[in-house]
């Protein structure tokens, strides 16, 4: 066994990465990976309600109402209008994305975010594709990809069905 000041220095450098890795939503239990395998060799799908502790990440619960103040509730992605498409029930509905992802955001240090700087209103699907593992990171990027699929899809609807 190492003597007690190796531990305390080797707990010392360990309890960073584990916290940064609790931040990030952690890992799966051993026995929640296998019930996993296991359901995946099945023909069914068996859903079940589960809590999972998380390390809560406290946010100003007024920031994503003043981003949406500033941007406005079309989408700074695909421009898409929620109220345009869905009436009133889509009147000032959009979603609000940190353009620095949380996780990158200092530990344990109150940081100040600007509502117009570093906050974009986002549909839900553009939000999505900025948090995918290899989705766009920029407006610039999720922009170029929305006028991409949409210029393909205007040019699908052009040729019509496929026969």
Request: charged fraction near 30%; aromatic fraction near 6%; hydrophobic fraction near 35%.
């Amino acid at each position: 066994m190492p003597p007690d000041d190796e531990l305390t220095a080797d707990l010392a450098n360990i309890m960073p990465l584990y916290l940064q890795l609790r931040s990030r939503g952690g890992v799966l239990p051993l026995e929640d990976a296998e019930d996993q395998a296991a359901e995946e060799h099945t023909e069914t799908i068996t859903e079940r309600r589960r809590y999972r502790l998380h390390r809560s990440v406290e946010r100003d619960s007024s920031a994503s109402r003043k981003a949406k103040k500033v941007h406005g509730y079309i989408c700074q992605g695909c421009r898409f209008d929620f109220e345009t498409v869905y009436g009133p029930a889509g009147r000032e509905y959009i979603e609000a994305h940190h353009l620095t992802p949380l996780a990158e955001l200092p530990e344990d240090t109150p940081v100040s975010l600007d509502p117009r700087e570093d906050f974009a209103v986002l549909c839900a699907n553009c939000h999505r594709m900025m948090h995918r593992k290899d989705g766009p990171r920029t407006l610039a990027e999720i922009r170029a990809l929305a006028r991409v699929g949409a210029v393909q899809a205007f040019h699908s609807r052009l040729r019509g069905p496929e026969r």
